[in-house]
């Protein structure tokens, strides 16, 4: 399923917090939802409102707005240079501080457990039932455990906390929350596999406006999963994703305007929506945009372009952006030929699948 490896996990949303939050933050609900469900759309729109509030001195908005503003896709207008994000930090930091130990606000703990990067506050702010916290903590704690050697029954004990945590924003009506939750239902993560729980999930987070929920409800109704086949319904679905600046929305959209699934075939439209998605980090989009200059579909034909896309998605370990550099070096089309290195990103993109000959073929042979 396109895009349900991603856990969304959200920065912060100001409700709920003690005085020093009372001011109306919808601007900072909308830049801090937006940026972790994936919509750029949203993102920007809210970062550009947040500023302004930075900007007249309002001191949680600078607080939030200086939190955000290493991220790596941050909006322009969120971005913060190292003094004024400092002064923003120091506006707001001892409020906050005061906030966390006086009362044991779990927001609090939270913000603080963010500009630290302290996974130790992070765990506190989740325990105490913030649901932001829930997310990340969750989030977090998989991602560590499925990228070390961890033991077997290690790893299954802590898929089922990371489930029960985004179990708890879930029920709380999170919509990252019900996304991430779908989203253990949707691989077995913590729980069996069920394909029907996972819908329920990704439709209730669509349905709050989570622009990935939504294009992965846009991949059910393609794929006829749980639901019946719809192509003209699933492109839909991707549309309305992609109207949100989503990478994978905006992917899936361009696939059904390539196919003609549902709708009608538009490969210029494709082809400009593939690379967006690729700029925006989909890196499935990154290789299709190659495939399309490569073939000159909707775009001019271009094979040096195209083998430096698929050089780009596959320096990101996508498999079939390194077969399609093995065709480009076996037939000297963008680059000259050469049946060395075919033959090496063939071996190559079987070791990205996890075939063990291939990586020891690999050690082996390229230094």
Request: charge should be positive; aromatic fraction near 10%.
């Amino acid at each position: 399923m396109s895009q349900t490896s991603r856990f969304a996990v959200a920065l912060v949303v100001l409700s709920g917090v003690m005085s020093v939050f009372a001011d109306p933050a919808n601007a900072i609900m909308r830049l801090l939802n937006s940026r972790a469900s994936g919509s750029r759309k949203g993102y920007m729109d809210a970062a550009a409102e947040v500023a302004e509030a930075a900007k007249q001195g309002r001191p949680v908005y600078r607080y939030v707005l200086a939190i955000v503003s290493r991220e790596p896709f941050a909006p322009p207008a969120a971005r913060l240079d190292d003094a004024t994000r400092k002064q923003y930090l120091d506006d707001c930091r001892d409020k906050i501080k005061r906030l966390a130990l006086e009362k044991n606000n779990s927001m609090a703990w939270y913000l603080l457990s963010l500009e630290s990067n302290d996974t130790n506050l992070l765990h506190r702010a989740a325990d105490a039932g913030n649901v932001q916290a829930q997310n990340a903590w969750g989030a977090f704690i998989l991602t560590r455990a499925m990228n070390e050697n961890t033991s077997t029954n290690e790893l299954a004990r802590v898929m089922s906390l990371a489930y029960d945590y985004f179990k708890s924003a879930a029920g709380q009506g999170d919509p990252n929350g019900l996304y991430n939750l779908g989203t253990c239902h949707a691989r077995g993560l913590g729980t069996p596999r069920d394909d029907q729980s996972a819908f329920n999930c990704f439709r209730a987070a669509a349905e709050k406006g989570h622009p990935e929920a939504i294009n992965n409800i846009g991949w059910f109704f393609r794929e006829g999963r749980v639901v019946e086949k719809d192509l003209e319904m699933s492109a839909k679905w991707f549309a309305k994703s992609a109207a949100y600046e989503n990478p994978y929305g905006q992917y899936n959209y361009g696939l059904a305007l390539q196919r003609g699934e549902g709708v009608k075939k538009d490969l210029e439209k494709a082809a400009e929506l593939f690379r967006i998605a690729g700029e925006n980090g989909c890196i499935e989009a990154i290789d299709s945009y190659g495939v399309a200059l490569w073939r000159g579909e909707g775009v001019r034909e271009n094979h040096r372009k195209a083998f430096q896309q698929f050089m780009r998605a596959a320096e990101l370990g996508y498999p079939p952006a390194m077969e399609n550099i093995a065709t480009c070096y076996a037939r000297g089309t963008g680059v000259p030929a050469d049946e060395r290195l075919a033959t090496e990103w063939k071996i190559r993109s079987r070791a990205a699948r996890g075939d063990r000959n291939a990586e020891a073929w690999l050690r082996k042979n390229v230094k």
